[in-house]
């Protein structure tokens, strides 16, 4: 079945530093999304890439989707106390089936 | 606008007990219903699907199943909990034939004892 695996697991980051958590899928994806979810809290959708190569950003947050879209990356420029918690990438296959494949996550510390 | 539910947002249950989480959304009709699983620290793990009434798909063997009787409701189950089945549950909506993101509830994080 489809697997999806992000590095790293863990970071911790001094406030003010860079972070970038990357997503694997083992099958091509039709699209990408990234949620984060807080301490105690639910998941929260982020954004979707669809497209191959695609970028986006969300003020200090960049995501991009890979060329063969089997991997994406998030990146976050000057980590703030706010960016805690755990992020994950969830991705919907090719084949037409309705689910969502979620990450392993990648849990971000930032120390202030 | 649309909203999902889900109760109780806490549970402690002896080991051998039954369970039933229920999940119900409003505001959007034929859903695409979720129940995922976080061990604690850990990531999403898929456990139920539908895209439809009766329509039910399994990801993982284990002991719990998965109903859903009317169309924006998912109801979670297990005749007899075990203690692997402590964790954080997570039921989430989505819309179906497309492209389009997962909306979760709360949570319910389950104790087994």
């Known amino acids: 079945g489809q697997q999806v695996m992000q590095i790293p697991q863990y970071q911790h980051v001094q406030e003010g530093e860079d972070f970038t958590t990357y997503c694997n899928s083992s099958?091509?994806?039709?699209?990408i999304q990234w949620y984060k979810q807080r301490p105690g809290g639910h998941p929260v959708f982020l954004i979707q890439l669809v497209k191959s190569g695609e970028v986006k950003k969300q003020k200090r947050l960049t995501f991009q989707f890979g060329e063969a879209k089997k991997n994406s990356s998030l990146h976050i420029t000057a980590t703030q106390t706010t960016d805690v918690g755990t992020y994950f990438c969830a991705g919907r296959n090719s084949g037409g089936y309705q689910k969502v494949t979620f990450g392993t996550g990648t849990k971000l510390q930032v120390i202030p | 606008s649309q909203t999902i539910h889900q109760w109780p947002a806490t549970l402690v249950q002896p080991v051998g007990s039954p369970l039933s989480l229920e999940c119900t959304v409003e505001?959007?009709?034929?859903?695409?219903l979720y129940w995922y699983r976080q061990a604690a620290g850990r990531g999403l793990q898929l456990l139920f699907y539908?895209?439809?009434?009766?329509?039910i798909s399994s990801e993982v063997p284990q002991n719990l199943s998965a109903s859903r009787p009317q169309d924006r409701q998912f109801i979670l189950s297990s005749k007899k909990l075990l203690l692997s089945d402590s964790g954080f549950y997570l039921c989430?909506?989505?819309?179906?034939?497309?492209?389009?993101?997962?909306?979760f509830g709360q949570g319910t994080r389950l104790t087994v004892v």
């Open positions: 505001g959007t009709s034929n859903p695409n």
């Open positions: 539908s895209v439809g009434i009766g329509q």
């Open positions: 989430a909506w989505s819309l179906g034939g497309g492209i389009t993101e997962a909306f």
């Open positions: 099958t091509t994806l039709s699209n």
